[in-house]
C-alpha cells in the first residue's frame, strides 16, 4: 500500500485530504510539523510527502531541506497560501517537486498526486530488460548487443513510461501530466510529435512497438 505523508499544522485540512486520498486507495500518515513529520520518517516509509509551508516547529522549507540533504528521494508536493513566484522558487530550489497553493482544489490534488508516483516509479525502477535489449533510465540508453542509442530525456522517458507498463492504454494527457508535468505549457501534440520520432528510431526493433489506441492514446506492446 502506498504511504502519503500529510504535513500541515491546521488538522481540518489533513482530514480534507485524508477523505480524497483514501477513496484512491492511498494510506495516510499524518504530522502537524516537520519535526514531527521526521518522527513519523522515523518509524515509517512514506512514498509521498505533501507538505505545507508555514508551519510551527519546523516549515515546510527546512523540513524539504532536512530530507533531500538526508537523501530521502520521494516525490514532495508543497501545498500552501505563499503564491507569489520567489516562493515557488525557493520551495523547487529545496527540492519540492511540485506546487500547490490554498485554497487547494482537492480533485486537482489527487490527480497530481497521481502523477508524483508514477513519475516516481520510473524513475526508481532504473532499468528495464526485454529480451536482450537494456533501457537504462541514468544514462537515457536503449542498449542491444549490437548497437547502444542515447535518446533526448522526454523521448526516452516517453519510451521508459510506455514499456514499464506494457499493454497499458495513456491518453496523451496522461503522459503529458507525467513526462512533461502537469503545468507545462506543452499541448497533446507534443505526445504524438515525439511518438513519430520513436517509431522512426525503433520501428525496426522486434522487442517492441508502439501502439496507437484511435481516440484514447498510446501503449507499448512487447513482442513475443
Given at each position: 500500500m502506498v504511504n502519503v505523508l500529510l504535513v500541515d499544522d491546521n488538522e481540518k485540512i489533513r482530514k480534507l485530504m485524508e477523505i480524497y486520498l483514501k477513496q484512491e486507495g492511498y494510506h495516510v500518515l499524518h504530522a502537524e510539523n516537520g519535526e514531527r513529520a521526521l518522527e513519523v520518517l522515523d518509524e515509517t516509509k512514506a512514498d509521498l510527502i505533501i507538505a505545507d509551508i508555514m508551519m510551527p516547529e519546523m516549515d515546510g522549507y527546512v523540513l524539504t531541506k532536512e530530507l533531500r540533504d538526508a537523501q530521502f528521494n520521494m516525490p514532495i508536493l508543497m501545498v500552501t497560501a505563499k503564491d507569489a513566484f520567489i516562493d515557488k522558487k525557493t520551495g523547487f530550489g529545496l527540492g519540492a517537486d511540485d506546487y500547490m497553493t490554498k485554497p487547494v482544489d482537492m480533485e486537482e490534488l489527487v490527480l497530481r498526486v497521481n502523477a508524483l508516483l508514477r513519475r516516481s516509479k520510473?524513475?526508481?525502477?532504473?532499468?528495464?530488460?526485454?529480451?536482450?535489449?537494456?533501457?537504462?533510465?541514468?544514462?537515457?540508453?536503449?542498449?542491444?548487443?549490437?548497437?547502444?542509442?542515447?535518446?533526448?530525456?522526454?523521448?526516452?522517458?516517453?519510451?521508459?513510461?510506455?514499456?514499464?507498463?506494457?499493454?497499458?492504454i495513456f491518453t496523451r494527457q496522461e503522459l503529458m501530466d507525467d513526462i512533461w508535468g502537469f503545468d507545462s505549457e506543452a499541448d497533446e501534440r507534443t505526445v504524438d510529435v515525439h511518438i513519430k520520432r520513436l517509431r522512426e528510431k525503433f520501428g525496426g526493433f522486434s522487442e517492441f512497438e508502439i501502439v496507437t489506441i484511435r481516440g484514447l492514446g498510446y501503449k507499448g506492446v512487447i513482442k513475443p
Open positions: 520510473i524513475s526508481s525502477d532504473k532499468q528495464i530488460r526485454i529480451g536482450d535489449m537494456v533501457l537504462d533510465f541514468d544514462s537515457l540508453e536503449v542498449r542491444t548487443p549490437s548497437d547502444t542509442i542515447i535518446l533526448p530525456k522526454k523521448e526516452f522517458y516517453l519510451l521508459y513510461k510506455l514499456l514499464s507498463y506494457p499493454n497499458k
